[in-house]
């Protein structure tokens, strides 16, 4: 080892506890972004793998009920590949222990055994067999929330019939990794199962013997899914069919889709604003460390070290501590993201979802750091280096400083010495001033956007639950009814208030672009279920035309007023243009809206409904749950209590953790900046204080120089850094929007002032420490040398 | 000065009157890693009242260190040291403090100034925590910068800046100057008027002023000279003729 590698490991040693912090900085940046980007790519090629293994089919369709011999000619479609024609039937099931009636989905797997396409993975047991009675295999997620195991039995309600079902295997199907129930948007393990039972006995039972009610189809290589869809629709218009669809429409994977991106905001955005921010403060630490060793610039120098090998020693100095953020952030990042992906577990239901980080983010986490602080070290190296040697070792001259403004405006004599020489210092190096106060804003900054995701995520949760949702039960019809249906449920145990709601599915165009989706039918007076602007104000339903959520018009492509094509799924299937009276910005999912009369005209059809929003006299009693039960039409019961404490604990469980590693990382960040802060000044100006102390001035009075130039720093930078996390907690928000979610922009006043709080409580802790420093000062050395 | 006043100052430099600082056996060892540096190695040494005493000796002959500990900066491994009534051998840093604070006037060879303050601001800086001090601008007039008051350092020759870090020292009116290399950065026109405003002061408020240099020429403007070498006390000279500052040459 030569003796500037010597030099080298003795000046780290020497600026250990800087160091330290620099390394925490990195390591944090990097480690949020090794633990989210290693998260998405696990999700991604866990996703993949399962999709393509287990044979995820491209297209999908139901309809009422079609002939068995219309799958071959689904099969002569040009492009289609392997057409699965499969019996699916939504059932009540009779859970012990569980208020709400929970919803099944019976889907039928072929006789003769593995089903084609959407194949199962086994956890357990086995597949049900041929012409063995009730058997079923029962999606993993429900088994476990209510403990059935093989061997027990269910009960569900089919066609009005109670009929026992014996679970003989626990499965997983890639058609429910994010296991939804028609019409929920948060999964509830409790509440929905997925069944798959024997073809033959399902049809049987179902009255669907010789015929189908599901399709789906795998294309060729380079098939066109728009083609194949408009055939399939073609092909399947006389049997009922709802509209086919393309994967990235099976709500499984739109979810999944949607939350990848929301994860990939969280995942990447975050961290990449996170490592930003740590390679800009790197930059000016490094920057101000190298300008306090500018003797040793010039000591080098005079012996004969050129420019470019002096910027090489700093630079393996800065490696040196980049290369030891990296492994630490890289360790931090592997742990986090296996917690994480522990998490996700819970919700995204894979075979298996193992932890896996490609080789190339640490890399990149270590290219961005290493150089903002590369960068950062070659310009206070060339500055030092550019001085001749003799200059440099001289004792610099004294920098110019002049009256600050506040003294020119006739205010100096309020202001004592010690005063003076912060507002001085501080007006003299402007710059320098600037770059610290903007380092401590963005501590503040980070705090708050990392803290913002709470506020923003729990306002959401109060808005769907006391704003916009406003009834206790929703119950859903399996067919539509006419509108004495509506009295019937008024007249049920507890029910206070009942209001009608229709849904209708329909695939709706404009120019090329379509998408299928439910309008939703409500009274022009509705009290349960308004549609509300962002400023939560109700939107007045027009009386004739159509309301869409603001993403929805977008994805489209259509302003208020163009008239758009309505292509009804169900009943009489009517096509009809209907204008676009408004865009909602609502807060979550793609919705259309009309008043119900206006839509039951649009469907030629009577006053129909399709199910009812309730309001009950308190809690939603058991009495109403087992009539509502009991009723063969209703087809699903869902109390909001329930979904909200679903959506919740899902945030909670997901999101919170994710938002906690943000808190945490940038908490060590704030810290990292205010204590580099008050060392590089402290180193800067040791000397100044030092001579102070010997002529007489106290430690406590010495500390105020320095330390007041900290806290008027950090006094200054809290409004800014305010400022800079609302800015950017906006910019995050607008690119976490999706279309399940699009988030309201809040931030409480708590939230300002916990990061106000934690980066006061960084500085106050670096100040001590410093203060500690101050008070050791070397007296004597300061009489004798420079720097 | 009149005659008469001439007399008192060298009846001052008599052996009889009382002594500011008594050290008696001090020794000073400094541990290197592994090595002991003896920087000191028992000196007695008394320093007496309004006397101009310069202490002389080659670069790490112990005489910066022997400074130091009589300015309450450093403390003796052995030995004793009082200034008037107060022990310094077993002081507290905050008792240390207020010793410098109180009683010491301190001159540093790359002038400490404060580059953020005015000549006048740096000299507020130490009367504003004195008792009895000057003012900040009577103790520039007394070094003959009267008209530099409201420069900053980076305005001032270096002559200049340590005058303004002469002024800066007396202000308090301490009891004792003490003085590390004050012309050790300058060359000997500026030296000198360094050198006479400290004469000056020495003369005119009765300061017991140390000067430490190594350079012998400065010696001959001194009541006594004290030679010091490899951490002793090799002589003390007692001046009978003071030069005048203007009369040095090096």
């Known amino acids: 080892m030569r003796a500037i590698h010597h030099k080298l490991l003795r000046d780290l040693w020497h600026m250990k506890g800087q160091a330290l912090a620099i390394v925490m900085v990195i390591a944090s940046g990097v480690a949020l972004f090794v633990g989210q980007l290693a998260v998405m790519h696990s999700l991604r090629v866990t996703r993949d793998a399962y999709y393509s293994e287990y044979r995820f089919a491209d297209v999908f369709a139901n309809c009422k009920r079609a002939p068995l011999s219309v799958a071959d000619r689904l099969r002569d479609v040009p492009g289609v590949d392997v057409v699965q024609t499969r019996v699916t039937l939504r059932v009540m099931l009779e859970v012990p222990g569980l208020n709400e009636p929970a919803t099944g989905q019976l889907i039928s797997i072929p006789d003769n055994g593995e089903p084609q396409l959407n194949d199962l993975f086994i956890r357990k047991g086995r597949l049900p067999g041929p012409g063995t009675d009730n058997e079923v295999a029962l999606v993993e997620m429900f088994a476990k929330a209510n403990k059935y195991g093989l061997g027990d039995s269910i009960t569900a309600i089919i066609n009005g019939r109670r009929q026992s079902l014996r679970v003989v295997g626990i499965v997983l199907s890639p058609e429910y990794v994010y296991a939804l129930s028609a019409g929920a948007f948060v999964p509830d393990d409790k509440r929905f199962a997925v069944m798959w039972m024997n073809e033959k006995q399902l049809a049987a039972a179902y009255n669907m013997e010789g015929a189908f009610n599901d399709v789906s189809a795998s294309l060729k290589p380079g098939a066109s899914h728009a083609e194949v869809i408009a055939r399939f629709d073609d092909i399947l218009k006389p049997y009922g069919g709802q509209g086919a669809f393309a994967q990235k429409d099976q709500v499984s994977n739109w979810y999944l889709a949607n939350e990848y991106k929301q994860l990939e905001t969280f995942g990447v955005v975050v961290p990449l604003i996170f490592l930003g921010i740590a390679a800009f403060l790197l930059n000016v630490v490094m920057s101000r460390v190298v300008a306090t060793q500018r003797d040793q610039v010039a000591a080098l120098k005079a012996f004969g070290y050129s420019n470019f090998q002096v910027g090489l020693h700093f630079g393996e100095l800065v490696a040196l501590i980049v290369l030891m953020g990296t492994i630490v952030g890289t360790l931090f990042g592997w742990l986090m993201g296996e917690k994480l992906i522990d998490l996700y577990t819970d919700f995204y239901h894979f075979p298996v979802l193992r932890f896996s980080l490609p080789g190339w983010v640490p890399l990149a986490g270590m290219a961005v750091t290493g150089s903002a602080a590369a960068l950062g070290t070659l310009n206070a190296v060339r500055r030092a280096a550019a001085l001749p040697p003799a200059e440099a070792m001289r004792p610099e001259a004294p920098p110019n400083y002049r009256m600050t403004l506040m003294e020119r405006i006739g205010l100096q004599r309020w202001l004592s010495q010690p005063t003076r020489m912060i507002l001085r210092q501080l007006e003299r190096k402007p710059m320098k001033a600037g770059a610290s106060i903007l380092g401590l804003s963005l501590a503040v900054a980070i705090l708050i956007v990392g803290m913002a995701f709470v506020d923003i995520i729990f306002t959401l949760i109060d808005i769907q639950a006391n704003v916009v949702h406003r009834e206790d039960v929703s119950v859903g019809f399996t067919e539509p009814r006419s509108r004495d249906a509506l009295h019937e449920i008024e007249s049920l145990p507890g029910v206070e208030y009942a209001e009608p709601y229709r849904a209708v599915s329909a695939r709706v165009r404009f120019g090329h672009r379509n998408r299928r989706l439910g309008i939703q039918g409500i009274p022009f007076d509705t009290r349960l279920n308004r549609v509300l602007n962002t400023d939560l104000e109700p939107f007045d339903l027009p009386r004739e035309g159509i309301l869409l959520s603001r993403v929805l018009g977008d994805s489209l492509h259509v302003s208020p007023g163009d008239e758009i094509i309505v292509e009804v799924m169900e009943g009489t299937r009517p096509t009809r243009t209907v204008k676009v009276a408004a865009l909602v910005d609502d807060f979550m999912g793609i919705s259309a809206y009309m008043e119900i009369g206006s839509l039951n005209r649009l469907m030629r059809e009577g006053d129909v409904i399709s199910g009812a929003y309730l309001l009950t006299r308190g809690e939603a009693s058991e009495a109403l749950f087992e009539s509502l039960r009991a009723r063969p039409a209703v087809a699903s019961v869902s109390s909001k209590a329930t979904s909200i404490e679903n959506l919740r604990k899902m945030v909670e469980e997901q999101l919170l953790y994710s938002i906690a590693f943000n808190v945490l990382f940038a908490g060590i960040i704030a810290f990292g900046i205010v204590y580099n802060n008050a060392r590089v000044s402290l180193s800067e100006r040791a000397r100044e204080l030092a001579s102070l102390r010997v002529l007489g001035l106290t430690r406590g009075e010495i500390s105020f120089i320095l330390l007041g130039e900290q806290a008027l720093l950090t006094l200054v930078a809290l409004p800014i850094g305010f400022f800079l996390g609302y800015w950017l907690t906006f910019a995050v928000m607008a690119s976490v929007n999706s279309e399940v979610v699009r988030m309201p922009m809040v931030l409480n006043t708590s939230t300002y002032a916990l990061g106000a709080i934690c980066v006061i409580f960084a500085a106050a802790v670096s100040g001590l420490i410093v203060r500690r420093r101050l008070d050791r000062l070397d007296l004597v050395e300061v009489l004798k040398t420079r720097e | ?250």
């Open chain 2, 1 to 250: 000065m009149s005659e008469a006043e001439k007399e008192d100052v060298y009846v001052l430099a008599d052996d009889s009157r009382e002594a500011v600082f008594v050290a008696e056996g001090i020794t000073k060892v400094y541990k290197m890693g592994e090595v002991e540096v003896h920087a000191l190695r028992g000196v007695d040494l008394q320093l007496y009242e309004g006397e101009f005493v310069v202490l002389l000796g080659p670069s790490g002959s112990g005489k910066s260190t022997l400074l130091n500990i009589l300015g309450g900066l450093d403390v003796a491994t052995a030995g004793t040291v009082r200034y008037r009534d107060h022990d310094l051998t077993h002081a507290d840093e905050s008792a240390l403090t207020e010793y410098r604070r109180h009683h010491v006037g301190f001159i540093f060879q790359f002038y400490n100034l404060i580059p953020s303050l005015t000549a006048r601001e740096n000299v507020a800086l130490v009367t504003e925590i004195a008792d009895d001090p000057m003012s900040p601008d009577d103790a520039l007039k007394l070094v003959d910068l009267g008209d530099r008051l409201d420069h900053f350092p980076s305005q001032l020759s270096g002559g200049q800046q340590q005058r303004v870090a002469v002024a800066r020292a007396v202000a308090k009116r301490p009891e004792v100057l003490l003085c590390d290399e004050p012309t050790g950065a300058l060359d000997i026109h500026t030296g000198v008027k360094v050198l006479e405003a400290l004469a000056r002061v020495n003369r005119e408020l009765g300061t017991t002023t140390a000067v430490i240099t190594h350079n012998a020429a400065i010696a001959a403007m001194a009541d006594r000279v004290v030679h010091i070498a490899d951490g002793r006390i090799a002589k003390i000279d007692t001046n009978t003729n003071k030069k005048d500052p203007s009369e040095l040459e090096w």
